[in-house]
Every structure is written in C-alpha cells, then in structure tokens.
C-alpha cells in the first residue's frame, strides 16, 4: 500500500512564525503537492513538484515556498506565518506518467496523507 | 478554464437508501475523472477513476459512478448506503493522465446519514 505521512496531524502557530510542514511518501513517486483545504473552497493546489529540486506554482502559491532535497520528501514551508493561513494542509503523491509510460496503473492518481490542521494565532 | 463543479453541499439521506452524488466538469476534450471521499480526521481515499472506456465505473466500498458526455457530468451513485459512507465526497478531474497534470477539485459534497 502506498503511505503518505505528514509530520504532525495538529500544530499551533503564532502569526510571523516560520512554520515548516513536511511529507514523506514510500513509493518512489515522482510527483508531489500540497494542498489547502478550506470549507466551502475544496482543495486548492499551492505548489507541486515532480522531480527532486523541481517545483511549480499551484492556483494559490502566495506566502508559501516548497523544498524537495529529496525525492521521498516535500516541505512546505510559511516563511511568516498569517492569521488567514489557518487552514488544513494535504500533501498527496503519484507516479509520472511521462516517466513510466501510459496506461491505467502508471496513471496519475494521487495518494493523500492524513493532513496538518494549522492554527495560526 | 478547466472546473469541476459539485452543486450539492450538504446531502443527507437515511441508511439504506440509494445515493445519488453529482459532479460536472468543464473540460475541452474528455477528461480524466476521480472520486475521492474523506473520513472526519483523515485524508482523502481515492473511490474510483474514469480515463476511457466503459462510461460505468466500479470503484471501492460499493460505489459506481457514470460518465455522461452529453451532459458533462460523472455523478457517483451507491445502491444503498452505510452509516460509515458519511463523510465528505470531492469529484476531481485533469486534462490527461501525463507528466504533471493537475487535479481540479470541486468543493465537496457533505453526506449524512440517518438511522
């Protein structure tokens, strides 16, 4: 089974903190993301990365920055956390199907971890 | 631009009954398409996917879900529900199943369940 696991499941914050969120996947995905998830909102992409030292911005990359050193391992980081950053955070992984080759079970269907409820007072 | 709209918010239906969630999706071509739900406290767990062919899918936990091209929609449907299906259910979709395709999730439909 794949796992996805992200260091903390509650963490409490206060505004202009440096908050570091990490994610770990066990299956050698090439492909990885972070997500906001607001009610009413849905998941909302901040960034992704598919490859080791790769990033792109997602819909809302604002106030927020990534590091992948390596390839098991995404962080995201708040370099001066807000109030308006309060929200529960997804990390999800899959495999590249540019890297793999097409078909059903290369596809890029996305593995999510349990999330980070974030605070931020 | 790409959506994927889930008009309902909150769906409550009574245990037993048949359920009946909709998705509708604003993609160019024919897009790849999810169903993902999630437990109070957990992260989401994928139902099933639609890439191509049978436009009825099978997924886990009973669920099935049906491409409609004429009318943009790929409504996830189960015969009769558990009290364990309350959760919240998010319709997902992508251009194509290449390289660094995004997902777009739509808002999510909230499911309770009655005795």
């Known amino acids: 089974d794949v796992k996805v696991t992200q260091s903390s499941r509650y963490l409490v914050k206060r505004t202009g903190e440096k908050v570091f969120l990490e994610c770990v996947q066990d299956?050698?995905?090439?492909?990885m993301f972070w997500y906001r998830q607001d009610p009413g909102l849905g998941l909302r992409l901040i960034y992704f990365s598919y490859d080791v030292k790769m990033k792109e911005k997602g819909d809302i990359p604002e106030g927020y920055s990534v590091s992948r050193e390596k390839k098991e391992r995404f962080s995201l980081i708040l370099e001066s956390a807000s109030t308006n950053q309060t929200s529960m955070y997804l990390c999800?992984?899959?495999?590249?199907?540019?890297?793999?080759?097409?078909?059903?079970?290369?596809?890029?269907?996305?593995?999510f971890g349990p999330g980070t409820r974030l605070t931020v007072l | 631009a790409q959506s994927v709209t889930q008009p309902d918010i909150h769906i409550t239906v009574s245990e037993g009954a048949s359920l009946e969630l909709r998705c509708n999706y604003s993609?160019?071509?024919?897009?790849?398409l999810f169903w993902y739900v999630q437990s109070p406290g957990q992260g989401l767990q994928l139902l099933l996917k639609y890439f191509s062919g049978d436009t009825l899918v099978q997924g886990i936990k009973g669920f099935e879900a049906e491409f409609k091209r004429s009318q943009s929609s790929f409504n996830l449907r189960k015969p009769s529900v558990h009290w364990s299906d309350a959760a919240e259910y998010f319709c997902a979709g992508a251009r194509s199943n290449f390289g660094n395709e995004k997902l777009t999730f739509g808002t999510g439909t909230r499911l309770t369940i009655i005795p």
């Open positions: 993609y160019g071509a024919t897009p790849y």
């Open positions: 999800a992984s899959s495999w590249s199907t540019s890297f793999r080759g097409s078909g059903i079970e290369s596809t890029d269907t996305q593995y």
């Open positions: 299956m050698d995905h090439e492909n």
